[in-house]
């Protein structure tokens, strides 16, 4: 299976780009004699699982949504999130017990994030206007 995520940096918007719905899976990879699971996981909302698995499995939307994530692990473990492809990207090689709650912003190619930049950029500046006085009463 090809992979589809690659990692960004420096993105503040997409920590991964990907085509839009094209499923993915990723898989938590424990250090040696360890054990590691997503307790937890969320892809725009909505729930990825119903129970700790190995592997988490969602398709990606045209835009940034957050994948929120729980890591179990055993003590002593680390682990890495690789998306499970045939290049076995890895995404994630910095996953501890102390550092186990994850939020991934995931970017799906095309549609509305593609076009807002050109989008803001022609809109026109709004116009100052300055604020009416009421008008002055006479003396008399």
Known sequence: MTCKLTPVVGDPLCDFRGP?????????????????????????????????????????????????????????????????CDGDTVLDDSISPLNNAKIYHVCGSGGALAAAPSAIAAKPAAKKVAPKSAPRKGRG
């Open 20 to 84: 839009a719905g094209s499923a993915v899976t990723l898989v938590v990879v424990p250090s040696a004699g360890g054990s590691a699971l997503f307790h937890d996981a969320f892809y725009a909302g909505k729930s990825l699982l119903t129970a700790p698995s190995t592997e988490i499995c969602f398709t990606p939307k045209s835009g940034s949504f957050d994948l929120s994530v729980l890591f179990t692990l055993s003590p002593g473990t680390t682990a890495e999130m690789h998306e499970k």
